[in-house]
C-alpha cells in the first residue's frame, strides 16, 4: 500500500504544476495521435492457436513441440480448402447428369438436412437446390 503522505505529496504537486502537466499531457496526446498512422492491425487468429515450437540454432532447426493433434488437423485441412470451417459435399451420378428429378430430391434433402444442422448459417450454404 502506498503511504497517504506519498499520495497527498503528489497531488499537491499536481496541482501546484497544473499548467506544466496539462502542458505535458497535452504534448503526449499529439505525438501518440501522430503515431497512430502508423499503427497496423492485422488480425491473425491462427497465431493463438498452440502449434509447433520449432527453434534455430546453429543453422540447425529443432523442434521442442509438436503441437496440439487437432490444431495439425485443423491446418491440413486448411491448406487443403482453404479453411478448416468448409463442409464440401459431392454427390455423383452414374448415369447420366445431376439435372434429373430423382437426383435433384437427393441433393435437396441432403441440402436442407446441412441448413437444419446446428452451428451451420444457412446463408453461406451454396447449392442448386438452395435459393
Known amino acids: 500500500m502506498i503511504p497517504k503522505r506519498w499520495i497527498e505529496a503528489y497531488l499537491r504537486f499536481l496541482l501546484r504544476n497544473r499548467l506544466a502537466v496539462a502542458v505535458v499531457v497535452a504534448v503526449m496526446t499529439v505525438f501518440f495521435a501522430a503515431e497512430l498512422r502508423y499503427i497496423k492491425v492485422v488480425p491473425q487468429f491462427l497465431d493463438f492457436y498452440p502449434g509447433p515450437s520449432q527453434v534455430r540454432l546453429f543453422g540447425h532447426e529443432y523442434t521442442w513441440r509438436k503441437g496440439h493433434p487437432y490444431i495439425n488437423i485443423y491446418n491440413t485441412f486448411r491448406r487443403m480448402f482453404g479453411s ?46 438452395h435459393p
Open 84 to 129: 478448416a470451417n468448409i463442409l464440401t459435399v459431392i454427390l455423383e451420378v452414374k448415369h447420366g447428369d445431376v439435372y434429373n428429378p430423382t437426383t435433384l430430391q437427393k441433393l435437396d434433402v441432403i441440402t436442407k438436412r446441412i441448413v437444419e444442422t446446428k452451428g451451420v448459417v444457412p446463408y453461406q450454404v451454396l447449392s442448386i437446390a
